[in-house]
C-alpha cells in the first residue's frame, strides 16, 4: 500500500502543475486585466500598477516566476487585496469554509445513508415513494434558491436565526442545511440503487436460504458492499463544499474561502484565482487517495497497484 500512496502523490502532483499550468495561460488569454475596471485611476497609474506587479513581463517568464515562487511556498499578493498575500487571505479563509462543508458533509451522511437504506428495505411501499420523492426535490432545486428561502422564511419572517455571518451556533443551520440538502439527496438515491444491486447477489440468497432476518442481512451483509459508491462520491464532494460554497456563502454572507474564489474570478485578481484554483484540485487529489484507501480498509478484496 506505501508504493500505490507514494505513486498517488506523485501522480497528484503532476495533476496539480497541469492544472496550475492550464489556469495560469487560459486566464492570461482573457482579454483585460486586474486594473483595467478601476476608472478612477488614469491609463499611466494602471501601466504602474501592471509594473509593479510584474504584468507588464513577458507571459512565459511570468509563468516561470509564479511556478518557481509556488515551489517555495509563495503563491504571490493579492492583485486588488492590497497588502496581503494570497497565502495569508486562503489560510485564514480556509477554516471557516472547512468547517462548513465539514458539518453539511455530516449531516448529508447520517441522513442520506439511513434514508437510503430505509428506501431500499422498503421497496414499493409508501416510505420508499416518499423519500424517492424528497430526494428528487433535494436534487433538483438548487442551493441558492434553498438558501433564499430558508433565509426568508426563518430570517426575515420568523426571526428564529440568525442571517449573516458565523457568530454562534444557531448561524450555521441555515447554511448547513442549504449545502446539505443536494448531497444529502444525491447520497439516499446512491445508496438506495447500491443497496438494491447488491441484495440481488447470489450470496444475499444464500444467507436468505438459510434464514437470516431481512434486517440483519440488509444492514450486516450487505450494506459494507453497498456504501462503497458513496464513499467514491463524498471524497470529491467534501473537496467541491470546502471552495464551491461559494454562493451560499455570498447569500448568508459568511467570510470562507468560496466568496473570495468568486470575488478573485470578478475581480480579475490572477494571483487569487491561482491560489483557490490550486487549493481545490490539490483537496480532490487528497479526497480521492484517501477514498481509495478507505475501498481497501472496507472491502479487502480490493486491490490497490
Given at each position: 500500500m506505501a508504493k500505490y500512496i507514494?505513486?498517488?502523490?506523485?501522480?497528484?502532483?503532476?495533476s496539480v502543475f497541469i492544472v496550475a499550468t492550464l489556469t495560469f495561460f487560459l486566464m492570461n488569454l482573457v482579454p483585460g486585466g486586474p486594473f483595467v475596471a478601476e476608472k478612477s485611476i488614469s491609463k499611466q497609474a494602471q501601466e504602474a500598477l501592471a509594473a509593479k506587479y510584474g504584468l507588464d513581463k513577458p507571459l512565459m517568464e511570468r509563468y516561470f516566476t509564479y511556478m518557481n515562487d509556488f515551489?517555495?511556498?509563495d503563491?504571490?499578493?493579492?492583485?486588488?487585496?492590497?497588502?496581503?498575500?494570497?497565502?495569508?487571505?486562503?489560510f485564514s479563509k480556509f477554516p471557516v469554509s472547512a468547517k462548513l462543508a465539514g458539518i453539511a458533509v455530516a449531516v448529508a451522511l447520517v441522513l442520506g445513508i439511513p434514508l437510503g437504506c430505509v428506501?431500499?428495505?422498503?421497496?414499493?411501499k409508501l416510505p420508499d415513494n416518499v423519500i424517492i420523492v424528497l430526494g428528487t426535490c433535494g436534487i433538483a432545486i438548487p442551493s441558492f434558491i434553498t438558501s433564499v428561502i430558508l433565509l426568508y422564511g426563518f430570517g426575515v419572517k420568523l426571526h428564529a436565526l440568525p442571517t449573516v455571518g458565523l457568530n454562534e451556533w444557531k448561524a450555521y443551520i441555515m447554511p448547513v442545511t442549504a449545502l446539505a440538502i443536494y448531497p444529502t439527496a444525491y447520497i439516499t438515491r446512491l445508496m438506495r440503487s447500491s443497496l438494491l444491486d447488491v441484495m440481488g447477489?447470489?450470496?444475499?440468497?444464500?444467507?436468505k436460504a438459510k434464514g437470516v432476518s431481512s434486517f440483519k442481512i440488509l444492514f450486516k451483509h450487505a450494506l459494507r458492499n453497498a456504501i462503497l459508491p458513496v464513499i467514491t462520491y463524498?471524497?470529491?464532494?467534501?473537496?467541491?463544499?470546502?471552495?464551491g460554497s461559494f454562493v451560499v456563502e455570498k447569500i448568508f454572507t459568511i467570510p470562507g474561502l468560496g466568496r473570495e474564489f468568486v470575488s478573485s474570478i470578478t475581480n480579475r485578481d490572477?494571483?487569487?484565482i491561482m491560489g483557490t484554483t490550486i487549493i481545490l484540485a490539490t483537496l480532490v487529489i487528497i479526497a480521492n487517495v484517501i477514498v481509495d484507501i478507505l475501498y481497501k480498509i472496507i472491502d479487502p478484496r480490493v486491490k490497490l497497484k
Open positions: 507514494v505513486k498517488r502523490i506523485l501522480l497528484g502532483a503532476l515551489l517555495h511556498g503563491m504571490g499578493v493579492s492583485l486588488r487585496q492590497r497588502g496581503r498575500t494570497v497565502n495569508d487571505i486562503i428506501s431500499a428495505y422498503t421497496r414499493g447477489q447470489d450470496y444475499m440468497r444464500t444467507a463524498v471524497g470529491p464532494m467534501l473537496a467541491y463544499l470546502m471552495t490572477y494571483t487569487m
